[in-house]
């Protein structure tokens, strides 16, 4: 297949071997064959070969080589909300919407749910993920995080598709007790009905807390807190706020950002991981997915 070539999949999906770069928020990746599935049937047939599932693309560094493996995007059907609220399911406090695909942008879903007077969910504003990335990881801040809105999880395998309930997983913090491999295809959201004023307010008191993050190309935070002390800080302890290297900056803001100036390249972002690992004196844990994972 050549750089421009689209073709179509046995079932219909879309096949285009595309920079993976466009689908990151730090705007770096080379190649790879992009299955753009709409459906159950050409998400079974895209699992017939090693894959990849890519969500909203804020929380990796792809290599400047791309990635071997197929690409999953979650497209057309797979990428809608049912904000509707199941009757049978639903009372004067509570509400089980319909089916969210996993291609869903966790934003735009989070505006929604506000001005439907929907809460649960208004502590992940800010997370710039779709809702099946956001569940996998199951990502949050202290005010929230997307287990605190679900009911049900439609999780596809190469072996089939099944439906399981939060307590069938052991999650956690930032963590959902799904494997590598499960596609979280769509979610169906357990939702208290709040005041839409309310959950506004929410909202912007958790928003506050970005307040001194970048607002430039960023996969978000580069390490995890290492017992509890900011990896920030000890970033900033170190002198290395404001250094670059290629394309690629430690935000003067926040040290425990990097941030793509334009140009950078996967190679420049490890680079400053490296520095950064060397200069800090306590061990780091990467708070990035690498494609390809490393060592
Ligand atoms: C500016 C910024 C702020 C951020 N703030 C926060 C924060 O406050 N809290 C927080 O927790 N995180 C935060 N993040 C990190 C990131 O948004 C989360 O880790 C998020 O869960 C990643 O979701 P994604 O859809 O972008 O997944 P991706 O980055 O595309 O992928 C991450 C992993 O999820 C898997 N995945 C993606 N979609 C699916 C799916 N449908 N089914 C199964 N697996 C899937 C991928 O295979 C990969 O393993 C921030 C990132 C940025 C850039």
Not at 246 to 252: D, T
């Amino acid at each position: 297949m050549t750089a421009t070539s689209v073709t179509a999949s046995r079932s219909g999906a879309r096949i285009e071997r595309l920079p993976l770069a466009r689908f990151t928020t730090l705007g770096v990746g080379g190649e790879a064959e992009v299955w753009f599935v709409g459906n159950h049937e050409q998400l079974a047939e895209a699992l017939e070969q090693p894959y990849r599932v890519l969500g909203g693309g804020s929380n990796l560094v792809v290599a400047d080589e791309g990635v071997p493996e197929r690409v999953i995007r979650l497209t057309g059907p797979l990428a809608e909300a049912d904000l509707t609220p199941d009757p049978e399911l639903s009372d004067a406090e509570t509400v089980v919407t319909g089916w969210v695909g996993g291609g869903v942008p966790l934003p735009g879903l989070i505006r929604k749910l506000q001005k439907l007077g929907l809460s649960n969910l208004e502590g992940t504003v800010g997370i710039p993920a779709q809702v099946g990335g956001a569940v996998w990881m199951n990502a949050g801040t202290r005010y929230g995080e997307m287990f605190g809105g679900l009911h049900t999880l439609e999780i596809v395998t190469p072996g089939g598709t099944r439906q399981v309930t939060p307590d069938e997983l052991d999650w956690g913090y930032r963590r959902s007790g799904l494997s590598r491999g499960h596609v979280v295809s769509r979610v169906r959201l357990k939702l208290r009905r709040s005041d839409p004023e309310e959950v506004r307010a929410r909202m912007d008191f958790a928003d506050q807390a970005r307040k001194g993050q970048p607002k430039m190309k960023t996969p978000g935070c580069a390490f995890k807190n290492p017992g509890g002390v900011s990896a920030g800080r000890l970033i900033d302890e170190a002198g290395l706020k404001g250094t670059r290297i290629g394309g690629a900056l430690i935000a003067p803001e926040h040290g425990n950002f990097i941030v793509n100036l334009g140009g950078a390249s996967s190679r420049d972002v490890h680079a400053l991981l490296d520095l950064i690992r060397e200069r800090v004196g306590v061990p780091l844990e990467l708070e990035y997915e690498l494609w390809p994972e490393q060592g």
